[in-house]
């Protein structure tokens, strides 16, 4: 009797196991793509984290910088798996973004960064301002 309990419970721990999604932390170094093609190449150190911002769009000609390159600064977390991240590019017109989001460690192996943006363009006067800021979304898809 016992032992058809013990084997019972072992062979339900083994399934259950199985099932459970593993769990693995989503580690935001390393190069990211986005659905526009702009591409992310990330180092964290500690809670920091410092990178490059390839973009493939821009507003204007020459805005973004020298190969539509900019330098990218930010934070993330890393309290549970799935880390949450903050990060800005100056541009080199002037206008500045940030992003806002998480990465998640898939149970397929895939990584994606969702963020959410705003773009903020320098308003030569304060009339202008209503129309400086865009916001939109971006999903970032780990490539290597
Ligand atoms: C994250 O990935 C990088 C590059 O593969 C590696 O050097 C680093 O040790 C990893 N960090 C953690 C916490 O696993």
Redesign the pocket.
């Known amino acids: 009797m016992m032992s058809f309990v013990a084997k019972y419970i072992t062979v339900h721990a083994v399934i259950l196991g199985l099932l459970l999604p593993q769990a693995i ?1 989503c ?1 935001v ?2 190069v990211w793509r986005n659905e526009l093609g702009s591409v992310l190449d990330i180092e ?1 150190v500690g809670s920091e984290l410092r990178g490059r911002y390839q973009s493939a769009v821009e507003t204007a000609p020459g805005v973004t910088g020298p190969k539509q390159q900019a330098k990218l600064l930010g934070v993330t977390g890393n309290r549970g798996l799935q880390t949450s991240v903050a990060f800005s590019v100056l541009w080199e017109a002037g206008s500045c973004s940030s992003w806002v989001g998480q990465c998640f460690q898939l149970p397929d192996g895939m990584r994606v960064l969702k963020t959410l943006w705003m773009l903020r363009s320098v308003a030569s006067c304060p009339a202008d301002n209503w129309k400086s800021t865009r916001m939109g979304e971006d999903t970032f898809v780990f490539i290597s």
Do not use: D, Q, S, Y
Request: hydrophobic share 20%.
């Open positions: 932390p580690n170094t390393g964290v």
